[in-house]
């Protein structure tokens, strides 16, 4: 079988987002996901890959990468540019969100030794393992990180005592950045923007 990036997108879309349908998520596109929950709003992302791009990480361009992003509309963003709408939902980018995180797979690949890094192989190898690899890492990983920021003393935790890491997106301790979103947070002077 002949693989593109077009089969590989409805492979999520017949596989992954039933499952984030069952998990409350309520908007999709063909490789994003989003979640309105209370104060937040969690994005799950699908990367793909043009051809610079494979070709520099070592992999076909039908391979993909899994991002997950936390909004929280109450705090400032990134973009200079108003977030994304549509019939006036909030659809932000997981690129705009503070709170980030890329999963990793735990199959092994020999072709690709990144860890970021689904591989697809030109004739469709590996597509189910890799399926299957990132459904359960939803259930394992992915569902209890968006858990933790519902709640906002989890948010300024994560803030005034977390390194960049496994999650990233605020910036690294005593940053302007970060300073400014504690501060915003502590000063309980939230202004949500409507989520639905």
């Known amino acids: 079988m002949t693989i593109d990036s077009k089969l ?3 492979r999520i879309k017949r596989d992954i987002w039933p499952r984030l349908r069952a998990l409350a998520f309520d908007h999709f596109t063909g490789r994003t996901a989003w979640r309105h929950r209370d104060r937040r709003i969690d994005v799950v992302n699908f990367q793909s ?31 200079p540019r108003p977030v994304q709408q549509k019939n006036g939902v909030l659809l ?6 503070q709170f980030r995180r890329r999963l990793q797979k735990t199959i092994l690949q020999p072709e690709l030794r990144r860890i970021d890094t689904w591989f697809i192989g030109p004739n469709g190898e590996y597509l189910t393992e890799s399926i299957d ?23 300024i935790r ?17 940053s302007p950045r970060r300073r400014e979103l504690l501060s915003s947070l502590q000063s309980g002077e939230h202004h949500p923007q409507q989520l639905l």
Do not use: H, M
Request: negative net charge.
């Open 158 to 174: 994560t803030l005034a005592e977390d390194e960049e890491g496994e999650t990233w997106g605020f910036g690294a301790k005593q």
């Open 49 to 79: 890959f043009n051809r610079y791009l494979a070709d520099g990480v070592g992999c076909t361009t039908f391979s993909f990468s899994v991002n997950l992003g936390c909004f929280v509309p109450f705090l400032p963003g990134y973009s």
């Open 133 to 155: 690899d990132v459904l359960q890492l939803f259930e394992r990983e992915a569902i209890p990180w968006f858990e933790r920021f519902s709640d906002d003393r989890e948010l």
């Open 8 to 10: 590989v997108s409805r």
């Open 92 to 97: 932000p980018q997981e690129y705009e969100c």
